[in-house]
């Protein structure tokens, strides 16, 4: 299946501090690229889509100003968590799919812990 | 009502049992249909499209039926190796957002 890598796997922060997430398609163009956000004993949770060139769109609930998403390429997209808090500490996975693909291939994902 | 249902578990299973476990989903214009495997602290991972007229990989086995709008899962002869949570996984159109359930957690016991 295709690759997708994330950047880190894994960081620790101050809080107060902004954290920058990046999701890399490796061996084919991402149009579409989804940043879900996992808490222990909880099912992921979509938290915005973004579309290659274009605005991502945010769940409810999502902040967008909290969560700046950039998807500038068709192989890259990053999720910056600007002022985090310990609330914040979660595992953050990217996923990516191409245009006439119904699967999304993961990231390894990222575990942020807010102090 | 939530989107996509799954009985969380966990199902203990004896090792070379088998077990069944199912999904429901809310919305009928649902496309697609996936199960997914997550291990502890990992990403998911596709374990297999669900087809209409039901698929086989192995020792797994995906059924779904439209008209009642769920999706089941079955393993066979279950190794240890099996245990995980089993992510039920819906999708409305290509290029669109997944929506998943909140995970079956199979344990697979000696």
């Known amino acids: 299946g295709a690759v997708v890598s994330q950047h880190p796997s894994w960081v620790i922060c101050k809080s107060g501090t902004s954290v920058k997430i990046e999701c890399r398609s490796l061996?084919?163009?991402?149009?579409?690229m989804f940043w879900y956000r996992q808490f222990p004993k909880q099912s992921l949770m979509l938290m915005a889509t973004?579309?290659?060139?274009?605005?991502?769109?945010?769940e409810q609930g999502v902040e967008k100003d909290k969560f700046l998403i950039n998807h500038a390429s068709l192989t890259l997209s990053t999720l910056t968590v600007t002022s985090a808090h310990p609330e914040d500490s979660s595992f953050y996975i990217c996923?990516?799919?191409?245009?006439?693909?119904?699967?999304?291939?993961f990231g390894p994902g990222t575990r942020l812990t807010v102090t | 009502r939530k989107e996509v249902e799954q009985d969380p578990g966990p199902f203990n299973v004896p090792e070379g049992a088998t077990v069944a476990f199912n999904c429901t989903y809310s919305n009928s214009a649902s496309q697609s249909f996936f199960w997914y495997r997550q291990d502890c602290r990992k990403e998911p991972k596709l374990l297999m499209s669900?087809?209409?007229s039901g698929n086989e990989d192995g020792r797994f086995t995906a059924q779904l039926n439209r008209a009642s709008q769920y999706i089941s899962l079955l393993i066979r002869d279950s190794k240890l190796s099996d245990s995980a949570t089993y992510l039920c996984?819906?999708?409305?159109?290509?290029?669109?957002?997944?929506?998943f359930g909140g995970g079956t957690r199979v344990l697979v016991k000696p």
């Open positions: 996984v819906v999708n409305k159109a290509a290029g669109n957002k997944l929506t």
């Open positions: 996923s990516a799919s191409g245009q006439l693909s119904y699967e999304q291939y």
């Open positions: 669900v087809y209409s």
């Open positions: 973004s579309n290659e060139g274009s605005k991502a769109t945010y």
């Open positions: 061996d084919f163009q991402a149009t579409t």
